[in-house]
């Protein structure tokens, strides 16, 4: 049984990069017994042991009422532990202090890590650590995470700590866990005797910059002008290495698929070229712009300015009933709705994390960014491609503020609203693509299967029954396009795209394959083929579709393990896919009225 | 007087948070309590929120929560 250690910390403190810099790359969520949310967990060798590392959320209070301190709680009841590791921001240990005391008083073996102990200078804080240690009684450590500095030193007082067996069994930490009462005058008394800052706290930098970009007037308008630049970066770095990669994957599929695939039978060979192959192929070729937008992401949420965004458009939330982390986590949305639908978490009330939950899957996810992409590579000139995609950003801005003003009544909620607002910090290239690869990896683990079903079953309805001419009105996909066609005609939808869509609902990563499969064609010639088959006033009819209707099913299956109501899946459902018709008809309707 | 009375750019001590216990719980492990100084630094268009200062510590906080925390004007 290896020994295991758990981290500890406030929101901010840096504790992800500790554990990322203490154990390297090869963290897992683990889930523990009792506990209804992974935790990530890494090995970590410490002289001749290798330590479990546990990195536990980030919270505020020991004995706080918010999800993420209850889930501190139980772990702590039920999993039995050897040391604890309390990271406090330095330039913050005013107040962080509080958390070490309720830690202290646990009665585990402990130290604790002063954390971006650079950042503390640059604040003009300055701790007498050895005077700190000696009041607390256990070690206190400078450390700068992102800086790897004070590692070390960390690592050999860790050794060094775990030789001492914890004494307090978990009935004992149980009890010691239960509420009590603010005790202020120790964590005074101990800041008096150590710490030294100055008067008015403030990095000037953050003042300087948050003068400029929370600006009552020009705030808002910037922080829509960043997104659209980062938008069209993306976009322009991501387009040839998006051709590069379908470039290889044609090559390898003439080069070594194809030739080993020869000698199955005729049905088999097609099978596995025309569907599993050119549909993974489709989705594979997307990934760069994927990676691309994490890395994008994850560097906005390093820098501090994801917090400032919820700040600026806080006011207009409360309005529609939502809050600022609503609007962040719509954000987060944008890369898969399930990690934002999982994030909702962070609420307390009830009803804001339905209203939350309901809007969330309008956030125009990764999955759809790839079928749009796709779209407006193939029907618009480059010139007008990010303008096209701004568009359909706004309009799922739109369809969402829509939808939470039509529920905010069903939904309402009191909820106190309080964020912090980090300082600026300039992002860092190893975090931001260790997000990205998090992201992907999750990505193709979560989607992989999905994908292949969905194009397999694709695939099939189009070559089946046997003999058929492939996707031809005989196939089964032609009978079921026949059967729905007149449900899409209205929205000049081709028979065949209905069938994608149906598809879609799996996962929307299946529109793009399935729509090369129904054409019978390789990934190379889906652009022709699409060109052939509609007119950009179609496509656009089709893509505002894909953006609103239904929630994909891991969307879907997430809603409701959070929400536990079948009630709100259903009108999740019922509502995205009334909402997209209605859309949909009426850009179509009006755009061919007006002859286009 | 309340927090929310204060101008942008203004400090004051606080005297008494009161409200909500979990409120009251989050707003002291902020820093917000009796003695401190509060800094309110700008506050957000349409009525938003405010964005407050206390020690090394930024967050912003609704109208309605900065009504839970009185102060005493003048401080620093």
Known sequence: ?596 | MKLSCLRCGESASVTCVEGDACLVRRLHALGVHPGRAVNVVRRAAFNGPLHLRVGSTEFFLRSREADAISVQGGAA
């Open chain 1, 1 to 596: 049984m290896p020994k295991r250690i758990a981290l500890l910390g406030m929101p901010n403190t840096g504790k992800s990069t500790l554990f990322n810099r203490l154990t390297g790359a090869q963290a897992r969520t683990g889930n523990w017994p009792g506990l209804t949310v992974e935790l990530l967990a890494a090995k970590l060798p410490l002289g001749a042991d290798l330590v479990e590392l546990v990195d536990l959320p980030g919270i505020y209070d020991l004995h706080g009422m918010t999800e993420d301190e209850h889930v501190v709680r139980r772990f702590l009841e039920r999993v039995s532990l050897d040391f604890l590791v309390v990271v406090l921001n330095a330039a913050q240990i005013d107040r962080q202090i509080n958390l070490l005391l309720q830690a202290k008083a646990l009665g585990i073996p402990m130290l604790a890590v002063l954390n971006m102990s650079d950042e503390a200078k640059r604040f003009g804080v300055t701790i007498d650590t050895a005077r700190l240690s000696a009041a607390l009684g256990f070690p206190v450590l400078e450390v700068s995470a992102r800086r790897a500095e004070g590692l070390e030193l960390l690592r050999q007082a860790l050794t060094r700590g775990l030789q001492v067996e914890n004494p307090v069994s978990l009935a004992e930490l149980a009890q010691r866990l239960a509420p009590e009462e603010i005790v202020q005058e120790e964590a005074d008394a101990l800041l008096r005797m150590t710490v030294k800052s100055p008067r008015e706290l403030s990095d000037g930098m953050s003042a300087r910059l948050d003068r400029v970009l929370l600006h009552p007037l020009w705030g808002l308008p910037l922080f829509f002008l960043s997104l659209l630049l980062l938008f069209q970066f993306i976009f322009t770095v991501g387009a040839p290495l998006q051709d590069a990669v379908a470039y290889l994957l044609d090559r390898l599929r003439d080069a070594i698929v194809q030739p080993v695939a020869h000698v199955l039978p005729p049905f088999g060979e097609g099978l596995l070229i025309g569907g599993i192959y050119d549909g993974l192929a489709t989705v594979a070729s997307f990934l760069p712009i994927i990676a691309l937008f994490f890395i994008v992401m994850s560097a906005v949420e390093d820098s501090g300015y994801l917090a400032r965004a919820a700040f600026l458009v806080d006011g207009f939330m409360a309005r529609i009933g939502l809050d600022g982390r609503g609007f962040v986590l719509h954000l987060f949305g944008m890369g898969c709705n399930v990690p934002a639908v999982m994030g909702t978490r962070v609420m307390r009330s009830p009803a804001l994390r339905a209203l939350t939950m309901l809007v969330l899957p309008f956030a125009l996810c990764a999955a759809r960014l790839q079928v749009f992409i796709f779209l407006i590579a193939a029907l618009f000139a480059p010139v007008q491609a990010a303008l096209v995609l701004f568009s359909l950003y706004v309009l799922s801005l739109l369809a969402a503020v829509l939808t939470a003003v039509v529920f905010k009544r069903r939904y309402h909620s009191v909820e106190p609203v309080i964020l912090e607002l980090p300082p600026y910090r300039l992002p860092q290239f190893g975090t931001m693509f260790k997000a990205a690869w998090g992201e992907i990896s999750g990505f193709l683990q979560r989607a992989t299967s999905f994908i292949v079903i969905g194009v397999v079953a694709i695939w099939l309805l189009t070559h089946l029954p046997w003999g058929v001419e492939p996707a031809s009105p005989a196939s089964f996909a032609g009978q079921l396009s026949a059967a729905v066609g007149f449900i899409f005609a209205p929205l000049g939808f081709d028979a065949l795209l209905g069938v994608a869509l149906l598809f879609g609902f799996i996962a929307k990563e299946i529109v793009l394959g399935g729509l090369a499969v129904l054409y019978s064609v390789p990934e190379e010639g889906l652009t022709e083929a699409v060109r052939l088959h509609m007119d950009w006033v179609q496509a656009y009819s089709f893509m505002l579709f894909t953006l609103l209707y239904t929630p994909c099913v891991s969307t879907l299956a997430a809603i409701q393990a959070e929400g536990k109501s079948w009630r709100l899946t259903m009108t999740s459902v019922l509502w995205s896919v009334g909402l997209a018709y209605a859309v949909s008809f009426a850009f179509y309707q009006t755009a061919r009225a007006l002859g286009f």
